[in-house]
């Protein structure tokens, strides 16, 4: 039995290690699936807690990983194991059932599992975390509870460290697919279609117009018809992203700005009314020193053409500082930082840095800008 418990022992704090690194190393990115499951659950409410619980949970999640690792405090921290691995088998097994979310996270971006596949992964975990914990007595520290203390305490400190620098600046490990050195333009495919559909405010007809074959230029047309919805046909289309970015007239110009040969700049900035406006003032400047070369900037977000009119306002930004419309998920994929700046040529992340690190714009041409 001993041998069973030793085993059960590594195998789980070896997952649980990296499940808490792997989340750890992007905690935006693991509080915006706590958020997924706050809507799902309708309790929006606890949105705010989502960053806290997403550092916290990891933290704890890697502590424990450690401590069954080293063979420190298991019968106390035995207890949080248990009951942590009870409260997810059952999350997962609600995932699995009626999916209210695509995607647990449990592993961040590294692997991305099914929902089903979470729930069994969980199975296996419970029954080695209950052989541990109903073994738990019998455990023996190789050193005293003063020293598991100070070294899980170290551990804890250390990660919160390690989630927090991730956190104000951009992850270390990036498993998205926009992490530098991704070729986002693949050959083959075609261009998206883009479907809009108005109703006539007089006759209550409804019309469907293909993008941009529509007459929105013309001031009687737009005085009759409103706006109601739109849908994406990218069925025929090859890409290795989601992203569709669009003017303010609802224009694909996704392959135009992605496969642009040219050195060019993307600012991200998914929601403007929470976007850093003390950076967005150095990044204006820095459009202004590329835009004086030659290079394009531009910038994408989520928000309303409404609440971009406001922000040139208040931020008085040159109107050939161009903003265009993406979908909020896919731009908070792009970069975990509102703004972020990314650089590309060719279809290709040539650099992506976090607004506390953007750097001025001679050292990114010296460095990145040279062939």
């Keep these: 039995m001993t041998y ?10 070896a997952v649980f290690i990296f499940s808490g690194i792997v989340k750890g190393v992007d905690p935006l990115g693991t509080a915006y699936r706590i958020d997924d499951y706050f809507i799902a659950y309708g309790t929006e409410w606890a949105i705010p807690l989502a960053l806290f619980l997403s ?9 424990l990983g450690i401590s069954l690792i080293l063979n420190a405090w298991i019968k106390r921290m035995s207890w949080p194991l248990f009951l942590m691995m009870i409260f997810f088998t059952i999350l997962t097994l609600a995932d699995a059932i009626w999916e209210p979310v695509p995607d647990c996270g449990c592993f961040g971006d590294a692997i991305t599992l099914s929902n089903w596949a979470t729930f069994y992964k969980n199975i296996v975990l419970i029954i080695l975390v209950g052989i541990i914990f109903f073994q738990r007595k019998k455990f023996k520290p190789v050193k005293t509870k003063a020293y598991g ?16 620098y991730n956190l104000n600046h951009l992850p270390m490990m990036d498993f998205r697919e926009w992490k530098v050195g991704t ?25 469907e117009y293909l993008s941009p074959d529509y007459p929105w230029q013309d001031s009687v047309w737009m005085s009759k018809w ?18 569709i970015i669009e003017d303010k007239q609802a224009r694909d110009l996704t392959d135009e700005i992605i496969s642009n040969p040219e050195y060019q700049f993307i600012v991200v900035a998914y929601d403007v009314s929470k976007t850093n406006r003390d950076v967005f003032n150095s990044l204006y400047s820095f459009y202004k020193e590329a835009y004086g070369d030659g290079y394009l900037l531009i910038a994408l977000t989520s928000s309303l053409p409404t609440e971009v009119e406001e922000f040139y306002r208040e931020q008085k930004l040159d109107r050939d500082f161009e903003f265009f419309y993406g979908d909020d998920v896919v731009l908070k994929t792009m970069i975990r930082a509102n703004p972020g700046l990314i650089l590309m040529k060719e279809g290709i992340v040539l650099g992506k840095w976090h607004y506390n690190d953007i750097p001025d714009y001679e050292d990114v041409k010296e460095e990145y800008m040279q062939n």
């Design 226 to 243: 409103e706006f109601l919805n739109q849908r994406v046909d990218d069925s025929d289309v090859i890409r290795s992203h989601n992203l």
């Design 4 to 13: 069973i418990r030793n085993i059960s022992r590594l195998l789980v704090g």
């Design 149 to 164: 203390l100070v070294v899980l305490s170290l551990f804890s400190i250390a990660f919160v460290y390690f989630s927090m």
């Design 55 to 63: 550092v916290s949970l990891c933290a704890l999640e890697f502590v």
């Design 183 to 207: 070729n986002m333009d693949p050959e083959g495919g075609s261009q998206a279609k883009i479907y809009l559909l108005y109703r006539n405010t007089e006759t209550g007809e409804i019309k």
